[in-house]
């Protein structure tokens, strides 16, 4: 059984730094895509950050490209989300999510991702 648990969330002042981990356990990983999702309230579902766990592919969206960066520790299988230069619009839960079923690239839509961790709460503050 997929588990996904994510950590690192937490309080921080505009333009500072977090950085989520999404530890993985139950399945080999070498042909997942690993995404970052984030929920505001009242606001759908964006996926801002997307890996390949073998390498070669990821994505950011728009509204983090240049501040967010998206890594996967093979040894720890742990995939990590390092956030920089904070923005109160960057509040929400974010979640870790695995898709098994793409071959190639990176699966954009937050729906064809299978699995799902808890969430954490990250709150950007002025």
């Known amino acids: 059984q997929v588990q996904l648990v994510e950590s690192g969330g937490g309080l921080v002042q505009a333009g500072g730094s977090l950085r989520l981990s999404c530890a993985a356990s139950?399945?080999?990983?070498?042909?997942?895509?690993i995404g970052w999702v984030r929920q505001a309230p009242g606001k759908e579902r964006e996926l801002v950050a997307a890996i390949r766990w073998s390498g070669g592919n990821s994505y950011f969206a728009d509204s983090v490209k240049g501040r967010f960066t998206i890594s996967v520790d093979n040894a720890k299988n742990t995939v990590y989300l390092q956030m920089n230069s904070l923005k109160i619009e960057d509040t929400a839960v974010y979640y870790c999510?695995?898709?098994?079923?793409?071959?190639?690239?990176?699966?954009?839509?937050?729906?064809?991702?299978?699995?799902w961790g808890q969430g954490t709460q990250v709150t950007v503050s002025s």
């Open positions: 139950g399945r080999t990983f070498s042909s997942v895509v």
């Open positions: 999510a695995a898709d098994f079923q793409r071959i190639r690239g990176i699966p954009l839509s937050s729906g064809e991702y299978d699995y």
